[in-house]
């Protein structure tokens, strides 16, 4: 599937992914109102990857709701709804409104979100994540994950693992891109945006990609699906994330470099190496990383 943010804002873009050879698909992370995004150039290709600082543009949460409750009508059920509003209260308001519809479909919330100011991004606020799920579980009963962004000490990753695992989290997406980068070109920063920083995607986030999906692979309850996001421009990229324990796979960068034709290129060059290994099914190697 794509990656929420790429290519899956508009309508054209929504419809251009339901006819790929993805297995399902994500909208653009939404927020009650539409928002115009930060100025450009806010998306910049590199040649390892990519820099963003979109600042959130969306078309509002009421066009994804009508989307993918129009999907919903066409008897389309496997959707992603993703949701980010910038504060709990928007979170829960457009939850509630999810929770009362007739979407079937499964909502993830991105903890990306700026949260309160002066303090760190919902994902890096463990005592805020806490109190963000419980207060969404105590109302909100249908499918819902959350997108993480990377972490890279241990302890984070325990502590992050140990929250989650009490609530009745249906998978986890690691990772968002690693963010407040800086990419430099001459003697200029590449986007307009917080003076140049900007969240990575691409090569470069595939390690830290794999080691996020491996730990919480390790670490969660095994009712907990994992779905990789980070790194993946080929068939071997998609192989190892579900070798560390993802059971399906989220395309961004390499979707904004290449078109939806990326799907089938994908998956005909994980076939290929599974069929080179005698694999029948992602069952056959998901999780099974030989460590030394
Ligand atoms: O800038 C974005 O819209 C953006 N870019 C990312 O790489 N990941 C994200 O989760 C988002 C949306 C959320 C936020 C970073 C603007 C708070």
Redesign the pocket.
Known sequence: MNAS?AKCMTSEELYNLSNSGAGTLITK?CTISPRE?NPSPRYVDLKLGSI??????NLGFDFYLDYVLEQHESGNDDIFFSI?GLTLEENIEMLTRVQNSDFRGIVEL?L???NIPGKP?TGYDFERTNEVLNKIFYFYTKPLGV?LPPYFDLVHFEMMAEILNQYPVQFVTCI??IGNALYIDDESAVIKPKGGFG?I?GAYVKPTALANVRMFYKLLRKDISIIGCGGVETGKDVFEHILCGASMVQIATQLMKEDTRIFSRLISELEEIMSSKNYKALEDFKGKLIEL
């Open positions: 943010g992370s995004g963003n600082s979109m600042g959130l543009p980010a991105n990306s979100c700026p991004q997108k968002n891109s969240g995607g």
